[in-house]
């Protein structure tokens, strides 16, 4: 069963911008802390940015200063506003909601940074 959905990736070139979304029709995400996680070709699974229920948010220094976590409790949904993009960040990107023992993870959405 399918708790969290997201979308927003694809190609873009060096210096462009993405805005990923996550949401869910089974879960409430202000009862959860929210993050994006990312996994490049060959590369461990890494946390990106992090949004707790207290709306704090916290990043991966690679990403600091570019890249911006966010909720929207009305529509349920999480984004992550990538800006300055670089080949580097090029991955797949998975939305994480979790609390307690509930942790639940998307199937993932494609980034290519590229020319």
């Known amino acids: 069963q399918v708790y969290v959905v997201e979308s927003g990736g694809g190609l873009v070139q060096p210096g462009g911008s993405l805005r990923l979304s996550c949401s869910s029709s089974r879960i409430i995400f202000s009862g959860y802390d929210m993050a994006w996680y990312r996994q490049a070709p060959g590369k461990q699974r890494e946390l990106v940015a992090v949004?707790?229920?207290?709306?704090?948010?916290n990043y991966t220094d690679s990403v600091k200063g570019r890249f911006t976590i966010s909720r929207d409790a009305y529509k349920n949904a999480m984004y992550l506003e990538m800006n300055n993009l670089k080949p580097e960040d090029t991955a797949v990107y998975f939305c994480?909601?979790?609390?307690?023992?509930?942790?639940?993870w998307g199937q993932g959405t494609q980034v290519t940074v590229g020319s």
């Open positions: 994480n909601a979790k609390w307690r023992s509930h942790d639940y």
């Open positions: 949004s707790g229920m207290d709306r704090s948010a």
